[in-house]
Nanobody, 120 residues
Framework: QVQLVESGGDLVQAGASLRLSCRAS????????MGWYRQAPGKQRELVAT?????DYADSVKGRFTISRDNAKNTVYLQMNSLKPEDTAVYFC????????????????WGQGTQVTVSS
């Protein structure tokens, strides 16, 4: 089995920065795409950023958020700058993981979520 553990969520004021981390562990042969979604109260989960070899961002966070990964640690990061109250949400990381070389494609695993609250 594969586990994703997130950390870094907090309560901050508008304009502050936070760095989220998400590490995958367990039965891992290789990790493909990693990324972050978020879900605000009463809203659908939305894609924030993804990274395989290059990053991709939602328009709402471009220029403020930076996604990166450390392949040696199976970890993905989300550096969030210039935070706004509308960034308040539970942030979930995900990873596409091949658990064996015998598998031709990976399965998607999710973290448990970390709360980010931005006060005005």
């Amino acid at each position: 089995q594969v586990q994703l553990v997130e950390s870094g969520g907090d309560l901050v004021q508008a304009g502050a920065s936070l760095r989220l981390s998400c590490r995958a562990s367990g039965r891992i042969f290789s990790v493909g795409t990693m990324g972050w979604y978020r879900q605000a109260p009463g809203k659908q989960r939305e894609l924030v950023a993804t990274i395989t070899t290059s990053p991709d961002y939602a328009d709402s966070v471009k220029g403020r958020f930076t996604i990166s990964r450390d392949n040696a640690k199976n970890t993905v990061y989300l550096q969030m700058n210039s935070l706004k109250p509308e960034d308040t949400a539970v942030y979930f990381c995900y990873a596409t993981v091949r658990s064996s070389a015998l598998l031709s494609r990976g399965d998607i695993f999710w973290g448990q979520g970390t709360q980010v609250t931005v006060s005005s």
